[in-house]
């Protein structure tokens, strides 16, 4: 017996389960530095990243979109080459007899331990003695184990994607898409359902609350990406903080609580998943909020017979808060931040069509079913 092996293949095998458990099962923020898991995605992200620099148009965004799921299946599969190379190492420093193997090289002990764990049965090749049939029924526990695991942890993965895309789709009629701070506001204005901010503000709320939830337990949800190109959780993170500041900085003497608390969960959100994400924090290369772009919201909004009288010293402080963080999380995920302000008409994916420009609802008109 090789007890250096003996002691390599345990190693193999624990961390490999102990990344599956934290991963899959347990979860919460993991502050460990050598998680294998954050390891693999920071090898596969610069990769992916480098691949992707090479593309342009829907050709790159298909190939980012793409790095989602696939990373997952990629993670999924080097946990079983950890386990059967793990098992492989301790069967053969516990020099395990193999029935059935000529040679007894390497290559044996990983047959066998691959057709162990996933549990073929093909019985060409068997462990012989007490210690390497024990372990053979441990491997194919943990296979069926393994396996009733990653069943399980898709649908509840699935489950917080489709939750998070949910309010995104949502958000296109609001603020247009990409969405921006200033067509929330118009639109209600427009709209005359100002009184109905709050309510919206508080929905928000609940959105930023269930994404730093949903992506802390599993944080390869940050690399899902919308179905549409000029959608992402990022950017409707982005326009519930424009929006949310604009408000803080215009009202005085309102009733702010509700987008006080809006405010402060979008932007734990966004310092969080740019600390679990290990993102770098610099100065913004750009600022989103373009010169004359408040004034000609001001004139818009004053058309539509709503005062907006902007701080613009108090509205740089709290865009100073939460601004570099949206920055640092476009730059590591390669996402596109909107703009603030959208000036002229925005069109919203649902007006987009191969056959041309939907009317918008105000537009309709009885003979209009039929455009559609």
């Given at each position: 017996?090789?007890?250096?092996?003996?002691i390599?293949?345990?190693?193999v095998?624990?961390?490999?389960?102990?990344?599956?458990?934290?991963?899959?099962?347990?979860?919460?923020?993991?502050?460990?530095?050598?998680?294998?898991?954050?390891?693999?995605?920071?090898?596969?992200?610069?990769?992916?990243?480098?691949?992707?620099?090479?593309?342009r148009?829907?050709?790159?965004?298909?190939?980012?979109?793409?790095?989602?799921?696939?990373?997952?299946?990629?993670?999924?599969?080097?946990?079983?080459?950890?386990?059967?190379?793990?098992?492989?190492?301790?069967?053969?420093?516990?020099?395990?007899v193999?029935?059935?193997?000529?040679?007894?090289?390497?290559?044996?002990?990983?047959?066998a331990?691959?057709?162990?764990?996933?549990?073929l049965?093909?019985?060409?090749?068997?462990?012989?003695?007490?210690?390497?049939?024990?372990l053979?029924?441990?491997?194919?526990?943990?296979?069926?184990?393994?396996?009733?695991?990653?069943?399980?942890?898709?649908?509840?993965?699935?489950?917080?994607?489709?939750?998070?895309?949910?309010?995104?789709?949502?958000?296109?009629?609001?603020?247009?898409?990409?969405?921006?701070?200033?067509?929330?506001?118009?639109?209600?204005?427009?709209a005359?359902?100002?009184?109905?901010?709050?309510?919206?503000?508080?929905?928000?709320?609940?959105?930023?609350?269930?994404?730093?939830?949903?992506?802390?337990?599993?944080?390869?949800?940050?690399?899902?990406?919308?179905?549409?190109?000029?959608?992402?959780?990022?950017?409707?993170?982005?326009?519930?903080?424009?929006?949310?500041?604009?408000?803080?900085a215009?009202?005085?003497?309102?009733?702010?609580?509700?987008?006080?608390?809006?405010?402060a969960?979008?932007?734990?959100?966004?310092?969080?998943?740019?600390?679990?994400?290990?993102?770098?924090i610099?100065?913004?290369?750009?600022?989103?909020l373009?010169?004359?772009?408040?004034?000609?919201?001001?004139?818009?909004?004053?058309?539509?017979?709503?005062?907006?009288?902007?701080d613009?010293?108090?509205?740089a402080?709290?865009?100073?808060?939460?601004?570099?963080?949206?920055?640092?999380?476009?730059?590591?995920?390669?996402?596109?931040?909107?703009?603030?302000?959208?000036?002229?008409?925005?069109?919203?994916?649902?007006?987009?069509?191969?056959?041309?420009?939907?009317?918008?609802?105000?537009?309709?008109?009885?003979?209009?079913?039929?455009?559609?």
């Open positions: 017996m090789h007890a250096v092996a003996v390599v293949g345990a190693g095998i624990l961390a490999a389960l102990v990344d599956a458990f934290e991963t899959i099962l347990q979860p919460r923020r993991v502050t460990h530095r050598f998680q294998l898991a954050r390891l693999y995605y920071r090898g596969m992200w610069w990769a992916w990243r480098v691949g992707a620099s090479m593309l148009g829907r050709t790159r965004q298909a190939f980012l979109g793409a790095f989602g799921p696939l990373s997952l299946l990629g993670l999924f599969a080097s946990w079983i080459l950890w386990l059967i190379l793990g098992f492989a190492v301790l069967n053969a420093g516990a020099g395990t193999l029935t059935g193997a000529l040679h007894h090289n390497f290559s044996d002990y990983l047959y331990s691959g057709t162990t764990l996933f549990t049965g093909y019985g060409d090749v068997t462990p012989a003695g007490g210690f390497g049939r024990a053979a029924v441990l491997e194919s526990g943990m296979g069926f184990g393994f396996l009733a695991a990653v069943i399980g942890y898709l649908p509840v993965l699935y489950q917080a994607y489709s939750a998070r895309e949910v309010v995104i789709s949502q958000m296109d009629a609001r603020a247009s898409s990409p969405p921006s701070a200033g067509e929330v506001l118009l639109r209600l204005a427009r005359r359902r100002a009184d109905d901010m709050d309510d919206l503000l508080a929905a928000w709320e609940r959105w930023a609350a269930e994404l730093l939830e949903s992506q802390l337990s599993f944080p390869v949800l940050s690399y899902y990406r919308s179905q549409h190109d000029n959608q992402s959780w990022l950017a409707m993170l982005a326009a519930i903080l424009d929006t949310c500041a604009i408000l803080l215009r009202r005085r003497g309102d009733n702010l609580y509700q987008t006080e608390m809006t405010f969960m979008a932007r734990h959100a966004a310092v969080d998943l740019t600390l679990v994400l290990k993102t770098s610099r100065r913004p290369a750009t600022d989103r373009g010169p004359g772009d408040l004034e000609w919201l001001r004139e818009s909004l004053e058309k539509e017979g709503e005062t907006f009288r902007p613009d010293t108090r509205l402080e709290l865009r100073s808060t939460y601004e570099p963080f949206l920055q640092a999380l476009a730059r590591r995920l390669l996402f596109a931040l909107p703009p603030v302000v959208v000036r002229g008409e925005a069109i919203d994916n649902w007006q987009r069509s191969s056959l041309g420009r939907a009317p918008a609802i105000g537009e309709l008109t009885s003979g209009d079913e039929d455009h559609f």
